[in-house]
Each structure stands twice: as C-alpha cells, then as structure tokens.
C-alpha cells in the first residue's frame, strides 16, 4: 500500500491507523481523497476491474475453468455454487484490455514486477510469514 498511497490524519502526518485517517493521498498523482472515495471504483477497486482483462489476457488466464474441482480449503467460497461464481466472474471482464492504459491508483509496471516477485515462492512465503 505505501507505494500507491499514503494515509494521513488530520494534521497532514501519515497514519496507519484506521481510525485517525482523513485523507489518502495517491502516490502517482499526488491527489488528496476521503478514504471512502480512495477504496471506490473510481479509484482503487476501479483499477482491478480496468486491469482484469488486460491481466487474462497478458497471462494467458484460461476463461474455461473446469466446474468439478474440489474445495483445496477455501472457507470464503461455497462450492456448491461454483457454477454460479464462475459466472459472477466473467462479469469482470467487461472492460476492454485498453482500459488497463488508464489507472488511477497503480502503475501498471510497478505492479507486474509485484506479481512476478510475489510468484516466487520464496518471496510469497515473506509475504505471509
């Protein structure tokens, strides 16, 4: 998170501190927004749905996923359902792989080097240790 935005309370100091936070300022722009309009598909959230096809598409992701798979564990989803999700997801691709051209929060390079560090296992195992 601090390389895309800095959290500040209401004497300009930054914070991590949920509730002391008044602003976040994006990085890339050096904007000031309520935290509410930061976490807003106008902002952050916005930018995962503009990469989401663009990110299928430069990964090769498949968009056929097999409906008989078992739970590897996950408690978050019901898999019962899983072909009701598999659906929900395909709504995220509505946007046009361009659109990943225009992100308000990341920087899209900045981003894939994330990705392909934290896909190192023993960097991901920094990550969640």
């Given at each position: 998170m601090p390389r895309i935005v800095r959290f500040t309370d209401k004497r300009g100091s930054s914070t991590t501190k949920k509730d002391d936070i008044v602003w976040?300022?994006?990085?890339k722009t050096n904007i000031k927004i309520k935290p509410a309009d930061f976490f807003?598909?106008?902002?952050y959230y916005g930018d995962y749905t503009r990469m989401n096809t663009w990110l299928v598409i430069h990964y090769r992701l498949p968009?056929?996923?097999?409906i008989n798979i078992k739970n590897p564990g996950i408690k978050e989803v019901c898999y019962a359902d899983i072909v009701e999700i598999l659906e929900e997801l395909k709504s995220y691709l509505i946007m046009p792989p361009k659109a990943a051209d225009d992100l308000a929060v990341f920087n899209r390079k900045e981003l894939l080097n994330y990705i392909r560090s934290i896909a190192n296992p023993k960097e991901l195992?920094?990550?969640i240790d």
């Open positions: 976040a300022e994006i990085q807003s598909e106008g902002y968009l056929q996923l097999d195992k920094k990550v």
